[in-house]
């Protein structure tokens, strides 16, 4: 158990020093609050909206994978510190431990619990078709130079 | 299983798979006076380095980016600016701290010691130097003493270095939710969620590197890479090297990588809301965090401090007594990766996030869990008399497989996407 | 020494438990179990199981618990809960009878052990026997349960799939992903 005191002894250092610092600066710095200062940042402009209260299903989606993937992790470290005594038992203990894992996150992957991003719209980009032609039409004047061939004018998918 | 028998069993006698007896000689013995004058020394020489270290980076960071973007950098303050960094820090003192309204005044207290304080017990794990000629094995004489040139070596080893960039992550998160104001929110969720994902990379590429050393330890994982050709790097073939490379540069929040602080979307990212010191010690420790991440890289792939060598000759500095010839070789592998990491900023442009998460989950993960049971498989074989290539002809296919079933299920996931995507 | 460390770590258990109870904003409660999970991480050290300990801050405070925090950010329960509406009526008495089963079963076993774990050598743990010793019983004895656990990690995974993705077809997918 010894062999962590060094680590403690850093551990207190550090923070240690960061109150020390607080200390410091509480002393050194000036104080003088005020609404503006205090008010949550939005670039100089009175905040028109909230904090966003939920976020993408994503983000849970990945942290429950990251549980998984730490529990394999942590199983994979005893068999590689000692893969050499285990032998062939143990290699394939590991190694059908490590293929049903992975059909498992082959099947995430295939139901798209990784997917990130908006989904791709469909367009119809016929009605279009005039907006994007670099020729000047009826409806607007505006040549559109350099978008020749860039956006596909039959109907499809675009691409993420 | 009876408790006591489970005793009989931690004392049982262990095989000699380890080659070396690892932990601290220093610790090992009765914690007498000299013993803890010794720690206090390490563990001051630490902490100083730390700091010392950590304004050099900042120092070198931005010099080498004004290089090459062709600027001049700082240059005022001291010989090349260097004293810049200091400058810098002592004028945080001198700034107003400020406290949200909207914040969690606690948590908003706390997220920097969270960040900042797991930064620094990194540092006691690495070897940071050692007298490795005539087969010292790194061990060198303080005070009557002997010791390793790392602060503590405790049997979780390289584990304490997942734990605590398992602990870094609440620091950030916190940081950011605890503002209570939109863009650090953002950050903050953008981060965790990076940053875990990129653990798992982490985790499953150090596991080859342990399945080639067979130790936890920091410096049995040193000691086992006596000779060029036994450095990590070597022997599990680089893809490990690679990912983990990757994997520390998103863990760091490190360009390309950094969409934590975004500062065209998100101002400044989590610690938007932070003034004055509280900034000071979130920007200390990412910056601390680079320095010992590469630091790590070097620990694990390219021998620590051990001097490069081919069979039994080592590649020695003359007029250097051996005990300060580690640190010089520790430092020299060191520079390169921080070089890398200026160099990859002022490079490579921000990824996008789903870029960044399909990086991190779609190649880097089962990339990493292949390439283990890869090596697994190869040593199993060896030490079974296999023929090699029969191992690894099965072992490619098995792979192979693998890579089939994961583009298929990519496949099935795009085009479910598209489906949706086409309803709207 | 021990005993300091012993104090030391069952004061951050104790201390981090009581918080997870009495705070009223649900991440200050996720901040003391993270406190409690160290103390018993600091318990394993002290009892020389150190890759336990390890597992127990990696996996715990390092896995767990952020999925928890994501959790509590991310939909927005951050102020306090009204503790008088109930949403489901059976879990409160569920929890009293959970709460005194574990503590009854507990101090059963410490009761009914307590020789065998006075009389147990000191133990001593140097580098790597830990995990040497715990792969040597996972991969021989333990198995058939450590295959098991992949079953679980598949349960889970289904689990998550079920719960986060909408049904496929024209009614299910405007619901946004």
């Known amino acids: 158990m010894s062999q962590y005191l060094p680590i403690l002894v850093l551990a207190i250092l550090a923070i240690l020093f960061g109150a020390v610092s607080f200390v410091a600066s509480r002393l050194l710095a000036p104080n003088r609050p005020s609404a503006a200062k205090s008010a949550p940042y939005e670039c100089g402009i009175v905040p028109t909206k909230d904090t966003p209260q939920r976020f993408p299903v994503s983000f849970y989606i990945v942290a429950m994978l990251f549980i998984m993937f730490d529990i394999e992790i942590i199983f994979l470290y005893p068999y590689a ?8 038992y143990g290699f394939f203990a590991i190694g059908l431990f490590s293929v049903v894992f992975f059909l498992t996150f082959v099947y995430e992957v295939a139901r798209g619990g990784l997917d990130w991003g908006p989904l791709g719209q469909a367009r119809d980009l016929t009605s279009l078709a005039e907006m994007v032609s670099p020729e000047r039409t009826a409806t607007t004047t505006v040549r559109r130079v350099g978008s020749e061939g860039r956006f596909p004018v039959s109907v499809g998918v675009e691409e993420k | 299983m009876a408790v006591s028998e489970l005793a009989g069993l931690f004392q049982g006698d262990l095989p000699m798979g380890s080659p070396m007896v690892t932990g601290d000689p220093l610790l090992d013995g009765p914690l007498l006076w000299a013993p803890l004058i010794v720690v206090a020394i390490k563990v001051l ?17 931005r010099k080498v980016v004004a290089g090459m973007q062709n600027r001049v950098g700082p240059n ?12 810098d820090g002592i004028k945080l003192f001198f700034k107003e701290d400020l406290l949200p309204d909207r914040a969690d005044r606690f948590v908003f207290r706390l997220a920097p010691f969270l960040a900042f304080v797991p930064a620094f017990l990194v540092w006691s794990v690495i070897p940071l130097g050692g007298d490795y000629s005539g087969g010292r094995d790194g061990i060198v004489t303080i005070l009557g003493q002997q010791t390793r040139v790392q602060l503590a070596d405790p049997p979780i080893g390289i584990l304490l270095v997942l734990a605590m960039s398992s602990i870094a992550v609440y620091g950030i998160m916190l940081a950011g939710w605890s503002s209570g104001s939109k863009y650090p929110l953002l950050g903050s969720v953008r981060a965790s969620a990076q940053m875990i994902s990129y653990e798992a990379a982490l985790g499953l590429s150090l596991a080859a590197v342990l399945v080639t050393s067979g130790t936890l330890s920091t410096s049995g ?3 086992s890479q006596t000779t060029l050709g036994s450095w990590n790097l070597v022997t599990t073939g680089f893809i490990p090297f690679i990912v983990f490379l990757i994997a520390a540069t998103a863990e760091l929040n490190r360009p390309p990588f950094d969409l934590v602080e975004a500062e065209q979307e998100l101002v400044g990212g989590f610690n938007t809301e932070y003034s004055s010191l509280r900034f000071a010690l979130f920007f200390l420790a990412e910056f601390m965090n680079t320095i010992t991440m590469s630091a790590i890289v070097v620990t694990l792939f390219l021998g620590g401090p051990r001097p490069p060598a081919i069979g039994n000759t080592a590649l020695t500095i003359p007029l250097i007594p051996g005990a300060l010839e580690g640190t010089i070789w520790f430092v020299l592998k060191l520079l390169v990766f921080l070089y890398f990491y200026v160099w990859l900023r002022a490079t490579l442009p921000r990824l996008r996030y789903d870029q960044l998460m399909n990086l991190g989950w779609k190649v880097l993960i089962p990339i990493s869990l292949g390439w283990f049971l890869l090596l697994a498989a ?6 079974n008399g296999w023929n090699v290539i029969a191992v690894v002809v099965i072992a490619l296919v098995s792979l192979g497989l693998g890579y089939l079933l994961f583009t298929a299920a990519l496949r099935v996931s795009s085009r479910q996407r598209d489906r949706e ?4 | 020494m021990e005993l300091l460390v012993f104090v030391a770590a069952s004061a951050m258990v104790l201390g981090g438990a009581l918080g997870v109870i009495l705070m009223r904003n649900p991440v200050h409660s996720a901040l003391g179990l993270v406190l409690t999970l160290f103390g018993v991480a600091v318990h394993f050290v002290a009892l020389e199981a150190h890759f336990l300990a390890a597992v127990q801050v990696i996996v715990y405070a390092g896995a767990i618990v952020v999925l928890f925090l994501f959790v509590i950010m991310l939909l927005g329960v951050d102020s306090a809960e009204d503790l008088k509406v ?3 009526t059976i879990q409160r008495p569920l929890a009293a009878i959970i709460g005194i089963g574990t503590v009854a079963i507990v ?6 052990t307590r020789s065998t774990i006075a009389a147990g050598p000191a133990l001593e743990a140097s580098g790597d026997s830990n995990i040497r010793l715990l792969s040597r019983n996972l991969f021989s004895d333990q198995v058939l349960a450590f295959e098991i656990t992949s079953v679980l990690l598949i349960v889970a995974v289904a689990g998550t799939v079920l719960l986060t993705r909408k049904q496929s077809g024209p009614t299910g997918a405007r619901k946004g992903s």
């Open chain 2, 221 to 223: 994982i040193v000691a």
């Open chain 3, 107 to 112: 101090s059963v076993a410490v009761l009914r």
């Open chain 2, 378 to 383: 190869i040593r199993v074989g060896d030490s």
């Open chain 2, 421 to 424: 995507g086409a309803m709207y």
């Open chain 3, 86 to 88: 109930d949403g489901l």
């Open chain 2, 45 to 61: 020489v630490i902490f100083v380095l730390g700091l010392v270290g950590t304004m050099f980076m900042v120092w070198f960071e």
């Open chain 2, 76 to 87: 005022k303050a001291g010989p090349f600016g260097i004293l810049q960094t200091l400058a």
């Open chain 1, 81 to 88: 510190v000692n893969s050499g005594e285990l032998g062939i």
